[in-house]
C-alpha cells in the first residue's frame, strides 16, 4: 500500500523551501494581529515600541508579540542555509528520500520551534525544549550539506 506521500521517488525537497519562507511568515503575521490597531504598515519596526505605550494590551500579548517577532528573525536566519542545504544535496545527487526526510524534519521542527516560542513560553521552564527543536532544525540543515559532501566525494 503506497502513501500519499512518496518520500523514494518524488522529489518533494525543493517544495519545502517556499512552505519554509512560509512557516517563517506565520509568527510575524500573528504579531500583527496581536498588535491590533498597533500594528505600523508605515514603519513596521515600530509596532513593538506602539504597543508598548498601549495600556490596553495586558504584558503576556506584549511578550508574546515579541516572541512572535523574534521566531520569525530566527526562522529567517536559518532559511537561506536551509535553501542552500536542499540545493547542495539535489546538486550532488544525495538519495531523494534522505533529503525528502531531512526536508520535512526542518519543516516540522520549525513549526514546532513556532509553536514552543510563541505559545508555550509563558512558562520559562519550556525555554530547552525551544532550544532541542531549534538544534533539530540545524542537524537537517547540516546533514543535508554534509550528505551532499559525502556524495561528491
Not at 494590551?57 to 506584549?62: D, E, H, I, N, R
Request: glycine fraction near 4%; proline fraction near 3%.
Amino acid at each position: 500500500m503506497g502513501s500519499i506521500l512518496d518520500l523514494r521517488s518524488t522529489n518533494w525537497s525543493y517544495y519545502t523551501v517556499p512552505i519554509a519562507f512560509m512557516l517563517v511568515m506565520v509568527p510575524h503575521a500573528y504579531s500583527i494581529v496581536l498588535a491590533g490597531k498597533n500594528y505600523d504598515l508605515d514603519s513596521p519596526r515600530r509596532t513593538e515600541d506602539l504597543c508598548a505605550k498601549d495600556t490596553s494590551l495586558g504584558k503576556a500579548v506584549l511578550r508574546r508579540i515579541s516572541r512572535a517577532k523574534a521566531a520569525s528573525a530566527n526562522g529567517f536566519e536559518t532559511l537561506g542555509l536551509y535553501a542552500a542545504g536542499v540545493v547542495a544535496a539535489n546538486v550532488a545527487q544525495v538519495e531523494t528520500e534522505a533529503v525528502n526526510k531531512l526536508a520535512l524534519t526542518y519543516l516540522v521542527s520549525r513549526a514546532v520551534y513556532n509553536f514552543v516560542y510563541v505559545h508555550l513560553q509563558d512558562n520559562k521552564r519550556m525555554a530547552p525544549i525551544r532550544s532541542l527543536v531549534w538544534l533539530v532544525s540545524l542537524y537537517a540543515i547540516f546533514a543535508l550539506f554534509v550528505k551532499a559532501g559525502i556524495q561528491i566525494n
